[in-house]
């Protein structure tokens, strides 16, 4: 314990010197050796013993992440490493590379100002790496590149250093595309492309701990010739003593990456709206560790001693045990039980911890990832804006009825710990349906239900997200109060993809200042007379009020949203939801006496004309798709395909790469569940393959009645459609 103990108080004298904080995150596609080289770096830094390192995967801290060997949630870790004679602090984040929990990677890129993008040699730059890359650079994190699994090349693939070279070269080519064509919009980020010869990329191999970069060659004198040599003549641990991974790693990081001085006045304006000459936008800028207390909370984690913990970053202030926090959008103060550090899946319990640093703390109860906690109250930061929506959705009933609060509880748990994760109870049936990012994700949550909790429950069948949307513009409709006193004129249209990505990317929002809501509309293409009339936005969709000068119009207002919120959520075909809609209110007559436009009149009125002009507008069920790619051996291609094909999906190309055919293709998701165990079966075993979310498209006009019926059964409507929906 003596060892860790020395570590501890090291971590704790450099929390106090941002100059040498460097706060990382690896990131990468699924399977491209990850936590392997965290292990390696956890080695280095002396947190781990060497021998271990690569089979010990330090940062699966769960028991099911070791038995699948993936990484589900990211883990945090402190490790400090001396670079140029000075010891520096370097907080590092392990992220998950499976698409079904990229929550965690874009909630781990708010805490950091680096991010350490790994690639597979072989297999180069996939569809991950390039989610990955996005989520980084929207933070403003600054990318670095390792090429991982280089051993495959030397010794699989037997290539000499010509054919080894190029294929570096072209992989570094790939990512530095991927970040020119992110970068080139942003005013605030200088060339972040990566590059051999400045010491941005390094080479080598996770699982065999060594690595090399320019600078390291001209530090240890190894040359790739020697490398080979060392790697074909199976002398692998001399290669590791030689020229040590975690060095060049940590080296680079300590070199490469900004420390908190440096990247937070670049990274406090893309994540916080506030008032920018304020006193406290100050404080952060300068990491100012007397300032009033600022914590990003990007993480809730359980521990069954210590109860809640929330971990994220400190941009200004120091975090004691005993303050008084606010948490935004909650009222009270929370109190601080503990502070600390994480030392791999440890929690480390310190004095205090100063801006600049990633903290966890117990005892904010309120918290959830995204939380802004801080000592005065102030503009929260920008909500974290998760790249893909649930579409897949399982219904969960514990087994005794008995189990039934302690369900309950848990599935509050699950989605303060995963905003990713959506959770309605269904008070008719007493079903709880849990929706995620793909039938992994929601296998993994109702597994730890189960053992952690020790809950049986019983899980449904998995149903498919669905949503409704509009072909075409409608005309003028009216809506009708029960009591035939009130009545409201609204007509419907599409929205351009553009605008709906504007408002998915929280890029126009209700909570922003009027003026910047208007540019950010027009700059996606609406007109200047609109987007002075939004009055609500509601999903994807969007409402204008063009009345003039209607009495009483106001304070009917509230009620008129609830109906319209009510009929988008539960659309007309189906109760899916309304997405990608322009509303228009024309004109309202109401009654004089507020008696005569209560709720019960006002909420069905504006029901009625919402789902009128929705059918006008030639409403049709939109399908959740997912782009697939698969990598077989030749003589399993046509199984492969035929795969694809047979789930109503399309083959959009075929390629050689190295030795296998990639297939790749876009199917429903509806269609593509229980994938993995028929391609399976389909190529022997010898298929890998990655899915990932692909939006929504319209369901092809053969299915729609068909499916809008199955849907209505299932949720027990009634099965008698509108005679106005004669269309599908």
Not at 5 to 30: S, T, Y
Not at 211 to 226: H, K, N, W, Y
């Amino acid at each position: 314990m003596g060892r860790r103990k020395k570590i501890v108080q090291e971590c704790e004298r450099l929390m106090d010197e941002p100059e040498n904080i460097r706060n990382i995150a690896i990131a990468a596609h699924v399977d491209h050796g990850k936590t392997t080289l965290s292990d390696n770096l956890l080695a280095g830094a002396g947190m781990i013993s060497d021998d271990t390192a690569g089979e010990q995967l330090a940062m699966d801290t769960e028991e099911d992440e070791q038995e699948r060997g993936i990484t589900i949630d990211a883990a945090n870790v402190s490790m400090t490493h001396e670079y140029e004679d000075t010891n520096h602090l370097i907080n590092l984040i392990d992220t998950p590379g499976h698409v079904d929990f990229g929550g965690d990677v874009t909630r781990a890129m708010r805490a950091v100002d680096g991010a350490l993008v790994v690639v597979d040699a072989v297999e180069g730059a996939m569809p991950q790496t390039e989610t990955v890359l996005r989520q980084a650079l929207r933070e403003g994190v600054k990318p670095t590149l390792f090429i991982n699994k280089v051993d495959r090349l030397i010794s699989e693939l037997q290539e000499g250093p010509e054919e080894m070279q190029q294929r570096l070269v072209s992989v570094i080519n790939d990512v530095n595309e991927l970040i020119r064509g992110m970068t080139q919009d942003m005013d605030d980020i200088e060339d972040w492309t990566v590059s051999v010869e400045d010491g941005t990329v390094g080479f080598g191999s996770a699982l065999y701990k060594w690595g090399v970069s320019m600078p390291s060659m001209q530090r240890t004198g190894m040359d790739f010739a020697e490398i080979m040599e060392l790697e074909r003549s199976d002398s692998r641990q001399e290669l590791h003593e030689k020229t040590p991974l975690s060095d060049v790693v940590l080296d680079m990081v300590c070199e490469h990456f900004p420390n908190p001085v440096n990247a937070q006045p670049r990274r406090i304006p893309r994540v916080w709206r506030g008032d920018a000459e304020s006193e406290l936008a100050e404080q952060m800028r300068l990491v100012d560790e007397s300032g009033e207390v600022v914590l990003m909370v990007t993480d809730i984690s359980m521990d069954p001693h210590a109860g809640e913990i929330a971990s994220g970053r400190v941009f200004s202030g120091t975090l004691e045990k005993g303050q008084e926090l606010y948490v935004s959008g909650t009222a009270g103060k929370n109190r601080v039980q503990s502070v600390g550090i994480y030392m791999g899946g440890e929690r480390e319990e310190v004095d205090n911890v100063p801006a600049g640093n990633i903290a966890a703390v117990t005892g904010l109860r309120d918290a959830i990832a995204g939380s802004t906690v801080s000592s005065v109250e102030m503009t929260p930061f920008e909500s974290i804006e998760h790249i893909s929506e649930p579409v897949i959705t399982k219904s969960v009933e514990a087994q005794t009825m008995d189990d039934l609060p302690k369900l309950i509880e848990t599935l509050r748990q699950v989605s303060k710990e995963d905003p990713t994760i959506q959770i309605t109870i269904n008070e008719d049936t007493g079903e709880h349906l849990i929706s995620g990012q793909g039938e992994l994700h929601l296998e993994v949550i109702t597994q730890r239900i189960e053992k952690n909790q020790g809950i049986p429950v019983n899980t449904g069948e998995p149903i498919v997200v669905y949503r409704e949307a509009i072909q075409q513009a409608s005309d003028q409709v009216e809506g009708i109060s029960p009591n035939r006193h009130n009545r409201f004129y609204i007509s419907v249209e599409p929205l351009s993809e553009e605008l709906v990505d504007t408002i998915k990317m929280g890029e126009a929002s209700m909570d922003m200042p009027e003026q910047e809501r208007r540019e950010a509309l027009q700059e996606s293409g609406m007109d200047k007379d609109d987007s002075q009339d939004v009055e609500h936005i509601h999903g994807s969709n969007i409402l204008l009020d063009q009345t003039k000068g209607i009495q009483h119009l106001n304070e009917t207002m509230e009620l008129f949203i609830e109906g319209l919120e009510d009929a988008l959520d539960n659309g007309p075909l189906a109760n899916e939801p309304v997405q990608g809609t322009l509303i228009r209110l024309h004109d309202a007559r109401l009654h004089e006496d507020t008696i005569h436009r209560g709720p019960a009149q006002v909420i069905p009125a504006t029901r009625n004309a919402v789902h009128k002009s929705l059918i006008d507008g030639q409403i049709k069920m939109l399908e959740p798709m997912q782009d697939c790619r698969i990598d077989v051996p030749n003589d399993h291609m046509g199984a492969a395909s035929g795969e694809i094909q047979g789930r109503r999906g399309r083959v959009d190309d075929m390629y050689q790469e190295g030795d296998l055919m990639v297939v790749e293709g876009i199917a429903p998701v509806d269609e593509m569940i229980g994938f993995a165990s028929d391609i399976r079966s389909a190529t022997e075993g010898r298929a890998s393959w990655n899915t990932e979310n692909a939006g929504f498209e319209v369901m092809s006009d053969s299915l729609q009645r068909e499916k809008v019926m199955e849907i209505r059964e299932r949720k027990g409507m009634k099965l008698e459609l509108p005679p106005a929906i004669e269309y599908i």
